[in-house]
């Protein structure tokens, strides 16, 4: 594995414990780090979590956790023990909202299915 695949998942495990039980605002009871991205020289991450809501919960939360980046990125450098963590930006992951939608889509098709039977069409 890569250096940057080695330090994103360590990252990930990192920033997940920090947000989950170091960061004490109400407003992050709601989030997971589902995964995080980092570049070829290691300088930046975009981490992305999912968070749970509505609209304005899910901005409020990322508001949150862009506010604390720099909170995490020490605690991620002195945990990790390293000279120089990424700079952390935060992102919304849209891949489970937009999977869970076409679930419900695609729910709604079979019950539409059942009942009009495609038979009743046919000659």
């Known amino acids: 594995m890569r250096r940057p695949e080695r330090m994103a998942e360590a990252l990930r495990e990192e920033v997940a414990e920090i947000v989950g039980y170091e960061l004490e605002d109400p407003r992050l009871v709601a989030v997971t780090v589902t995964d995080v991205r980092v570049s070829d020289d290691l300088r930046d ?17 990322l508001t949150a956790l862009n506010n604390a980046s720099n909170f995490v990125r020490r ?6 023990d390293l000279h120089h963590a990424p700079h952390l930006y935060f992102a919304r992951d849209t891949v489970e909202e937009n999977a869970s939608r076409i679930e419900s889509l695609l729910g709604e098709i079979d019950i539409a299915e059942e009942e009009t039977p495609i038979d009743k069409f046919k000659d």
Not at 45 to 58: P, T
């Open 45 to 61: 991450a975009r981490v992305f979590v999912l968070v749970e809501g509505d609209e304005k919960e899910k901005k409020e939360a």
């Open 75 to 80: 605690q991620v450098a002195l945990n990790l």
